[in-house]
């Protein structure tokens, strides 16, 4: 079982529509989840920082997290072309090395 | 505000070269650094990070190393590349506190040849 899961996609959404995108963690240690956008031959973009159960909203992205569940997603409302990309979920612990462990992404593609 | 610069974005080596990467972060104080390395189409591995000056811990078995001469660089080295070493090389920091963002530098295309 791999240690953080994500559809690979591609997810493909018409223009104005919700993407939404999700992700499952093994490890009932992780504290802290985050979401990178990554277009081809990028680095990847920190989109939304997520570490308390719930929602968490900045503009049209809304992180959510269910630690009982061990699941966090992300929706993004009114997606546009630009918003066409990689997604990459990852998870940490907030001790030790604290590095990050990433799912393998899900591309996303919005149709015009 | 805190930036990660990361240098060159491009590399092509011959098999058997040397290799140095490096990686420099400013506007924070000690922070936490990482490797990672992206093989095409695949997810992010964690290579090494580091906790402090000339602290370093690796991930994974291979003819890599990494080096911290100061607070805020952090060096990814080979002394012989091999083929499966080519990759998208990036570099990340985090600040000690707990629950806090990290964040990527532009990162390096490593093509062996």
């Known amino acids: 079982q791999k240690e953080v899961e994500q559809n690979s996609g591609p997810l493909s959404v018409p223009e104005g529509a919700i993407a939404s995108l999700n992700c499952t963690y093994s490890d009932r240690g992780s504290q802290s989840f985050f979401w990178y956008r990554q277009y081809s031959g990028k680095s990847p973009e920190l989109i939304m920082f997520i570490y308390s159960n719930g929602d968490k909203e900045d503009g049209r992205f809304t992180a959510q997290l269910n630690k009982a569940s061990q699941y966090v997603s992300l929706l993004i409302r009114d997606s546009q072309p630009s918003d066409s990309a990689t997604y990459l979920c990852?998870?940490?612990?907030?001790?030790?090395?604290?590095?990050?462990?990433f799912g393998s992404g899900t591309r996303l593609q919005v149709q015009p | 505000s805190q930036t990660i610069h990361q240098w060159p974005a491009t590399l092509v080596q011959p098999v058997g070269s040397p290799l140095s990467l490096e990686c420099t972060v400013e506007g924070t104080s000690n922070p936490n650094l990482y490797w990672y390395r992206q093989a095409a189409g695949r997810g992010l591995q964690l290579l090494f990070y580091?906790?402090?000056?000339?602290?370093i811990s690796s991930e994974v078995p291979q003819n890599l190393s990494a080096s911290r001469p100061q607070d805020r660089q952090f060096i990814l080295s080979s002394k012989k590349l091999l083929l499966s070493d080519s990759g998208f090389y990036l570099c990340a920091w985090r600040t000690r506190q707990t629950s806090t963002e990290a964040f990527f530098g532009q990162g390096t295309r490593l093509t062996v040849v």
């Open positions: 580091s906790v402090g000056i000339g602290q």
């Open positions: 990852a998870v940490s612990r907030d001790t030790g090395r604290r590095a990050l462990t």
